[in-house]
C-alpha cells in the first residue's frame, strides 16, 4: 500500500524517559497571586522616597563619573558604542575652530561696543570680522563632516548608528574643556 513500509524499523534501544516536569508542583492561583502582590502606595513613604533619592543620586554619580573617564558602561545612550567614541576621538585630536567661536564672538561684540562709539567704521569692521568667524566655523564644520563620513566607512562600513557623524559635527562646536564625556586623546594624536 502507499506510504507503508516494506521493512521493519530498526529495533529501538531503552533509555531512561526523559525528565517530565519542572522538578516542583505549580502554585496555586491564590498562591502566585499572593506571591504577586504589593502594596500600591508603600506604608513608610518617608524612607522609600529617601531609598528612591539615594538609588537616583548614585547612579547620576556613576554616570558622571563615567562622563569623566570616558567608561562604556555606564555612559548614556547617546554616546555609547564604538562609533561614537571613535568620532570622539577623531573630534578631539583636531583643532576645530568652533571650539574658538565663542571666544572670538565676544571679544569682537566688546570690540564692536568699544569702538562704535569712537568712530562708526571700526563697528562695521568688528561686525565684518564675526561674519567671518561665523563662516570659518562653516566651512570648517563641512570639512569636519566629509573628513568623519571618509574616516567613519573606512572603518565602520554601513553600520554606522544614525547621527554618528552630526554627534561629531556638534561636538567640534563646543569647547574642549567643556565637552562631556571628557576628552581622552590630546591635539595632534592619532585615535584609538
Request: aromatic share 6%; glycine share 6%; hydrophobic share 40%.
Amino acid at each position: 500500500m502507499l506510504g507503508r513500509r516494506k521493512t521493519s524499523p530498526p529495533p529501538v534501544e531503552e533509555t531512561a524517559p526523559p525528565a517530565v516536569g519542572k522538578g516542583r508542583p505549580t502554585p496555586r492561583r491564590h498562591e502566585a497571586e499572593a506571591a504577586r502582590r504589593r502594596p500600591l502606595v508603600v506604608t513608610d513613604r518617608r524612607a522609600a522616597a529617601k531609598a528612591s533619592r539615594e538609588r537616583l543620586r548614585s547612579e547620576r554619580l556613576r554616570t558622571r563619573s563615567a562622563m569623566e573617564t570616558g567608561d562604556e558602561r555606564y555612559l548614556p545612550a547617546r554616546d555609547k558604542g564604538p562609533a561614537r567614541r571613535y568620532t570622539r576621538d577623531l573630534v578631539d585630536a583636531r583643532r576645530n575652530v568652533g571650539e574658538y567661536l565663542l571666544f572670538a564672538a565676544l571679544g569682537l561684540v566688546v570690540l564692536q561696543f568699544a569702538l562704535q562709539s569712537v568712530n562708526t567704521l571700526w563697528g562695521l569692521y568688528s561686525t565684518l570680522a564675526l561674519w567671518f568667524v561665523v563662516l570659518a566655523v562653516v566651512v570648517d564644520s563641512f570639512l569636519l563632516n566629509r573628513h568623519l563620513k571618509k574616516r567613519l566607512s573606512a572603518r565602520f562600513g554601513d553600520d554606522l548608528p544614525a547621527g554618528t557623524v552630526r554627534y561629531g559635527v556638534l561636538r567640534a562646536l563646543q569647547i574642549r574643556r567643556s565637552r562631556l564625556p571628557k576628552p581622552q586623546v590630546r591635539h595632534g594624536e592619532q585615535p584609538r
